[in-house]
C-alpha cells in the first residue's frame, strides 16, 4: 500500500512471543544517553550522530525527562543504531510530580489498594492542577511546533524526521502530522511547503480534541489503543477511524494510518506497563517494535 491510501480497519492483538520475552523490558538499566541543549530546549539525545538514517523526536508523557522510563525508551529506539534520537524537555524544567505518577499510573497496579489510589490522587490533586494551569494547550502547542519547525529548516534535504509520542504528548505527535502545521521553507523560489514530520506514531494519545487533532493528517500516522485504558477511552479508535475514512470519501488524500490494539492496555501501557506482568510487558516491548517498524517504513 502506497501513501495516500486508507487501508482497511487493521488491529493487531498484541501477544508475547518467545523472543520478545528473551529481550528483557526497557525498564531495565540506566539511560545512556545525554542532555545538551537543542533548539533552545533541554533535550536528551542518544543514538547515531554521526550518519544516522533519520532522526526519532519523542514527545513524552507529562513526567517528561524527570521519568527514567522515557530517556529508557529513547535509548531502545536508537539501539539499532540506525537512529538519532530527540527527547526535548517540551515542559522547560516543569514536568508533572512522579508521586501523582505512582498514584494515577502504577507500575503493579496489583499492589495498589484502591484506598491507597484515592488518597494518593487526592493528594496529588492540588499540584497536578497548578500543573494543567501552567500548560495549557496553546503554549504547550506553540513550544512543540516550533522545536519541530527548527529542527526541519536544520534538517532540510538531509534528514527525515519521526515523532512518537505518548499519552499527554501523543496529541502533538498527531499534529505535528496535521496539514495546519505545515510550514513554508523560507528562501525558496517558488515558495515550497513541507509537512514539520515525515511521520508520526501516537500511542494511548490523551485529550484529544476530534476532529481537529486528527484530520487532515499529511503523513503517515500509526496509532497504539489499549482496550482497558480508563483515560484514552477504546472507543476513539473507532471515531479516529470514521474520521479518516470520511475525508477519504469527500475525495482527500489520506496518508496511510493503521491501528493498534494493546491487551489488557490500560492507561501508559507503553511507558508504564508493568514488565513483570506477561502481558503488560508485552505491550511495553511491542509498543517499541510498533514505532519503530514504522519508522523502518517511512523514513
Sequence with gaps: MHQGELPSRQIFQVKPTTDQRRQGSIHKG???????????????????????RGIIVIYSDIFGLALPNNKLIADAYAKSGEWLVYLPDFFDGDPASLKFADAAIP???????????????LASAPSIVLWLMRHKEAPTNK???????????????????GIAGFCWG???????????????????????VVPLVDAAVALHPSNLVLPADVSPVVVP??????????????ETMAKV?????????????????????????RHGFA?????????????????????????????
Design 143 to 161: 513550544v512543540c511546533m516550533e522545536f519541530l519547525a527548527a529542527l526541519r529548516h536544520a534538517t532540510l534535504g538531509s534528514q527525515k524526521i
Design 30 to 52: 540506566l539511560p545512556v544517553g545525554k542532555e545538551e541543549n537543542i533548539h533552545g530546549l533541554n533535550t536528551y539525545v542518544v543514538g547515531n550522530r554521526a550518519t544516522p
Design 221 to 234: 500516522v500509526s496509532f497504539g489503543w489499549g482496550l482497558e485504558d480508563e483515560n484514552t477511552k477504546f
Design 107 to 121: 507500575v503493579d497496579a496489583s499492589k495498589q489498594s484502591t484506598l491507597a489510589k484515592y488518597t494518593g490522587l
Design 170 to 192: 501523543g496529541r502533538y505527535a498527531i499534529r505535528a502530522a496535521l496539514e495546519d502545521n505545515m510550514i513554508e521553507i523560507k528562501g525558496e523560489t517558488p515558495a515550497r
Design 241 to 265: 477511524e470514521g474520521i479518516h475514512a470520511r475525508a477519504k470519501e469527500a475525495g482527500r488524500t489520506v496518508p496511510e494510518v493503521e491501528h493498534k490494539v494493546y491487551k489488557p492496555g
Design 271 to 299: 511507558v508504564r506497563g508493568n514488565p513483570d506482568d506477561a502481558q503488560e510487558k508485552a505491550c511495553l516491548e511491542d509498543s517499541v517494535t510498533q514505532a519503530l517498524n514504522w519508522f523502518g517504513r517511512w523514513l
